[in-house]
């Protein structure tokens, strides 16, 4: 089945079934016009998005350390490593810059439970310097991802960790142990209500076994941080109790009976699966079934029931200073706005379960998960962006909104979070035809 397609040219190239040929071609294509072009800052960083002077109002021209990592992956995993490695320094540049907040946090003398006492995760990427404006600082998941692909890119053998950036891993280790990263109520992926969410913990999880293995590979056992040590023992220890909270919580993002918080399907979860492998099979299943049943549209995937972020005819009831503010301590009135069934579409998604299929073919070679992984491909090339729109055409968009009427992308494009998971996309399909 083919899903909607916004343009005209990819129409003509999506197939229910692809040759290896037919899927060089249409990245040599794309890359051509442009889709595959990472705007990144002189120091190695990228800004959340690439916009339009009419879009800068939305703040995504700064620097968020989660779609940084989320970017410099994708290009880990399409052979232009150094690009990651530089990415990955440059954050560590910054998180050393300021790391008197986690010193504080481990040391009890800033209380972890106010947002801007914890490390900041959007920041002025050009001097590396923090933005005066209250944020959703909370973000267990966007230090976790730090934390998970500096550690990985050094075990693979791609980046040489210095025994200064050895240590401010450790003082991230130190850092989850201090707020209880298992029971912590952070803003998570979305940056909305604080709560004890699946998806911060089990990237933590992932984050601190990638640690774990560097220490071991390192044969060093432990690190001294101060007078603080960090060993096997402790990181282990941290592990198991962040793998006791998904096991308790799990399939649901968060099990808390306030029902401002409890939420039984979020599509971030599927990073539980991929990147992050934390999961079992059988669970990674029945994420990918409630994403897929409960959450999926024909433009995109929501982020989770209720979510009011680009709402329908976002644009006339918002003014622009108030469309991506921080509603991490009241999201009742954004809520106001929301008529069910009517959330954003996003076109994050839908790239990392094709990726998620893909991995499945490659490891059992059945032909219904090579159907999936083109099927939710296609949909991924589907949401690029159009001929007769606003924006440049074969653009990543961040999400579709309803306005007047009919689903539209938002001003975030190219959002190039977007962009890498679609990358990785093109990638995963590769691998899968050339088993094939």
């Not at 210095?162 to 029971?183: D, G, K, P, V």
Request: with cysteine; net charge negative; charged share 25%.
């Amino acid at each position: 089945m083919i899903p909607i397609v916004n343009s005209r040219v990819v129409a003509g190239m999506v197939k229910e079934r692809y040759s290896l040929h037919e899927i060089r071609d249409i990245f040599e294509f794309l890359c051509q016009k442009g889709t595959f072009s990472f705007h990144s800052l002189p120091n190695g960083l990228f800004p959340a998005a690439d916009l339009r002077v009419d879009a800068k109002y939305t703040g995504y021209g700064n620097v968020w350390v989660r779609d940084n990592i989320y970017v410099a992956f994708a290009h880990h995993v399409n052979c232009k490593t150094p690009v990651a490695v530089r990415n990955v320094k440059t954050l560590s540049r910054y998180f050393m810059k300021h790391k008197r907040r986690l010193e504080m946090i481990v040391s009890g003398e800033r209380n972890y439970r106010e947002p801007a006492n914890r490390p900041h995760i959007r920041f002025d990427g050009e001097n590396l310097s923090e933005i005066n404006q209250k944020w959703a600082h909370a973000e267990n998941d966007a230090l976790g991802y730090f934390v998970w692909l500096f550690s990985r890119l050094h075990n693979e053998g791609c980046a040489v960790i210095t025994s200064e950036e050895r240590e401010l891993l450790a003082l991230f280790a130190l850092y989850f142990n201090a707020i209880r990263y298992w029971e912590d109520e952070d803003s998570g992926h979305w940056e909305e209500t604080r709560k004890i969410e699946s998806s911060s913990i089990g990237v933590v999880v992932g984050a601190l076994e990638e640690f774990k293995i560097l220490l071991e590979k390192d044969g060093i056992g432990r690190v001294n941080y101060r007078e603080k040590e960090i060993s096997i023992d402790l990181l282990e220890s941290l592990i198991g109790q962040g793998r006791k909270s998904l096991q308790e919580t799990l399939p649901a993002e968060c099990s808390q009976d306030d029902p401002r918080k409890n939420r039984r399907y979020d599509a971030a979860l599927l990073f539980l699966i991929f990147p992050m492998k934390v999961v079992t099979e059988q669970m990674a299943d029945q994420i990918l079934f409630d994403v897929t049943h409960h959450l999926q549209g024909d433009y995109g995937i929501r982020r989770y029931i209720g979510d009011s972020f680009w709402s329908a005819d976002y644009k006339k009831k918002m003014k622009p200073e108030e469309r991506t503010i921080d509603v991490s301590d009241n999201i009742s009135v954004r809520d106001s706005l929301l008529k069910a069934g009517q959330e954003a579409q996003w076109c994050l998604f839908d790239p990392i379960i094709s990726i998620i299929h893909g991995l499945k073919y490659q490891h059992y070679r059945t032909e219904e998960n090579l159907r999936l992984q083109t099927y939710f491909f296609n949909r991924s090339l589907g949401q690029l962006t159009g001929e007769d729109g606003p924006f440049k055409a074969l653009r990543c968009p961040e999400l579709y909104y309803f306005e007047d009427g009919k689903y539209v992308p938002n001003d975030t494009v190219p959002l190039l979070w977007t962009q890498a998971n679609l990358w990785m996309a093109f990638e995963f399909m590769e691998v899968s035809l050339r088993k094939k």
